[in-house]
């Protein structure tokens, strides 16, 4: 594993990775779609062949990789993008508030 990429698995929240990085990024941004943002990068990150690149293109890559995944949450919602399974599984259900109260047990008779 490369220096780069090892420095990278210690951060634990997507501001470290966005300063780390030299992304600029609005904190409001961050703030809803934290999460969101790191799992796209995930993925970013899995695809790209980054131990092919000395280190100073990895880092290149990283940097792109994340504005690539920080700005499709700025231009988009979690629920449009569907990162996570929650979101890929509601595939755009809704479900009503008379419903949910419907089925409370107390509603039952």
Do not use: W
């Not at 698995?9 to 904190?27: I, N, W």
């Not at 690149?53 to 690539?68: G, K, W, Y």
């Amino acid at each position: 594993m490369s220096k780069l990429l090892d420095q990278l698995g210690k951060f634990s929240d997507a501001e470290e990775f966005l300063v780390f990085l030299d992304v600029p990024f609005e904190p409001a941004v961050v703030q809803v779609n934290r999460l969101h943002i790191l799992k796209r990068f995930s993925q970013y990150l899995a695809r790209a062949r980054l131990d092919e690149l000395d280190e100073a293109a990895q880092r290149d890559s990283c940097r792109a990789l994340m504005i690539q995944a920080y700005e499709d949450f700025v231009h988009s919602t979690a629920a449009q993008e569907k990162v996570f399974k929650v979101f890929q599984d509601a595939d755009g259900q809704r479900v009503s508030l008379d419903s949910l109260r419907a089925s409370l047990p107390s509603q039952r008779t």
